[in-house]
């Protein structure tokens, strides 16, 4: 059996364990909560990935994948009936986006552990807005390409958005970010209604 370390309140393991849901193939994978931190690793998740991240899945021979979209890859690999990456070139423009989502989560979390992991006299303001700039150039460029680039699959690029602009719901680490952006609102909220998505939804 293959398993999954992964926190509940982590976006980057939803990402995987929305995209088990979606392949249909959650009842290949046993989830392994961890409890971890950038500031105190938990010892045997780094005795499996070094760099102490989530999510970390093992195989079920006993390899090791880390990095969501790695264990994305994998997870498309596995049998089950969504494809959440094209066969053709046009794979490409969907790494490409979910670059572009993942870039979004990646600048977010750098923003919630400014603030986290400094005294509130250390924190860098001049961080916060550079991490903020980037969330909402980003959020900008979907709200310009909601038809064609979110619609009409729900393959890892679409999951990764979601999982992102949840985050960003959770821990609001730029305050609300629907203001300016009615279609990408109205594309969350009808992806948010998907079973993956309500069943791996933090609290």
């Known amino acids: 059996m293959n398993q999954l370390y992964f926190s509940p309140v982590s976006p980057f ?10 392949k249909g193939v959650a009842d290949q994978i046993e989830e392994v909560e961890v409890a971890t931190s950038p500031v105190d690793t938990n010892p045997d998740l780094a005795a499996r990935n070094p760099l102490g991240k989530l999510p970390c899945l093992v195989r ?3 390899r090791v994948i880390y990095d969501s979209r790695a ?22 423009d969907r790494l490409t986006v979910e670059s ?3 870039g979004v989560l990646d600048a977010a979390v750098l923003c919630v552990y400014e603030r986290r992991t400094r005294s509130a006299d250390q924190v860098s303001q001049a961080w916060l807005d550079g991490q ?9 460029w979907f709200e ?15 999951i990764g958005l979601a999982c992102a602009l949840g985050y960003l719901d959770f821990r609001q680490p730029t305050g609300d970010w629907r203001p300016g952006r009615p279609q990408l609102t109205a ?4 992806v948010s209604g998907r079973p993956s998505l309500t069943q791996t939804k933090p609290s």
């Open 187 to 190: 594309w969350y909220e009808t």
């Open 71 to 92: 264990i994305l890859r994998f997870i498309d690999g596995l049998t089950g009936t969504a494809t959440l990456y094209p066969a053709d070139d046009s794979v490409f």
């Open 100 to 102: 572009l989502a993942e």
């Open 132 to 140: 903020a700039g980037k969330i909402n150039r980003a959020l900008d």
């Open 60 to 62: 079920a021979d006993g």
């Open 13 to 22: 393991a939803r990402k995987v364990r929305v995209a088990a849901l979606e």
């Open 144 to 158: 310009a390409h909601v038809p064609d680039a979110l619609e009409p699959d729900f393959d890892a690029a679409c």
